[in-house]
């Protein structure tokens, strides 16, 4: 019997092969039998409404009004953002509004210019 690595998230001894790749079972962790790992190069694809990519200081169109939070303010539909900045968390766009200020907004209710 061959011994399979331990999980390389939760370290679990609980793995089994699937395909060309490990599976843990505990964590859901996947990773393929040579060793390179999807998580290794630590960027997240962030998409828009579209399923287009994102990158850092690209222009997107809110697709939808959104009320900011603690304020009677409202980002209506069709406002244009300039010089986006991504970030991790569940509202993966930092920007800056004119009229507003600085927000943060989820990708999902933007689409790229």
Same mark, same amino acid.
């Given at each position: 019997?061959?011994?399979?690595?331990?999980?390389?998230?939760?370290?679990?001894?609980?793995?089994?092969?699937?395909?060309?790749?490990?599976?843990?079972?505990?964590?859901?962790?996947?990773?393929?039998?040579?060793?390179?790992?999807?998580?290794?190069?630590?960027? *997240?694809?962030?998409?828009?409404?579209? =399923?287009?990519? $994102?990158? #850092? /200081? %690209?222009?997107?169109?809110?697709? !939808?009004?959104?009320?900011?939070?603690?304020?009677?303010?409202?980002? *209506?539909?069709?406002?244009?953002?300039? =010089?986006?900045? $991504?970030? #991790? /968390? %569940?509202?993966?766009?930092?920007? !800056?509004?004119?009229?507003?200020?600085?927000?943060?907004?989820?990708?999902?209710?933007?689409?790229?210019?």
């Amino acid at each position: 019997m061959s011994a399979l690595p331990h999980c390389p998230k939760c370290n679990s001894e609980y793995i089994y092969e699937d395909a060309s790749q490990y599976i843990c079972p505990e964590c859901a962790h996947e990773w393929a039998m040579d060793g390179s790992s999807e998580d290794d190069d630590d960027t *997240k694809e962030i998409r828009d409404s579209n =399923g287009n990519l $994102l990158q #850092d /200081g %690209d222009t997107v169109t809110v697709i !939808k009004d959104l009320k900011v939070k603690g304020s009677s303010l409202v980002v *209506k539909v069709g406002t244009k953002v300039k =010089g986006i900045r $991504l970030v #991790d /968390g %569940d509202h993966d766009i930092d920007c !800056k509004i004119s009229g507003i200020g600085a927000m943060k907004l989820k990708s999902q209710f933007v689409k790229k210019q």
